[in-house]
């Protein structure tokens, strides 16, 4: 099983910014790609960036040149700094990741979710 612990969220003024971190741990053997993404009240869950094992990644265009991914020395951390903030990102931010558990089954997991609220 494995589990995500995500942090960092709140409330921030448009132009602030923001670092979200998280972390797995559980019975992984490899981390395939890392990602948050982001679910607005009414909206569906959209993707915000991705970071592969290779380090590539995606950003959603709304976002890019705003945020930027990353992963920490230990592999199984990933960071999202927020500069920039507009009100439009106000959201509750899920941290994702897929990869490879000790029972050689391929894994999907869910971070709990964080608040970050950007007022205008």
């Known amino acids: 099983q494995v589990q995500l612990v995500e942090s960092g969220g709140g409330l921030v003024q448009a132009g602030g910014s923001l670092r979200l971190s998280c972390a797995a741990s559980?019975?992984?053997?490899?981390?395939?790609?890392m990602g948050w993404y982001r679910q607005a009240p009414g909206k569906q869950r959209e993707l915000v960036a991705t970071i592969t094992s290779t380090g590539s990644t995606n950003y959603l265009d709304s976002v890019k040149g705003r945020f930027t991914i990353s992963r920490g020395n230990a592999k199984n951390t990933v960071y999202l700094q927020m500069n920039s903030l507009k009100p439009e990102d106000t959201a509750v931010y899920y941290c994702h990741t897929a990869g490879i558990a000790t029972t050689g089954i391929l894994f999907r997991s869910w971070g709990q979710g964080t608040q970050v609220t950007v007022s205008s």
């Open positions: 559980g019975s992984i053997v490899s981390i395939n790609a």
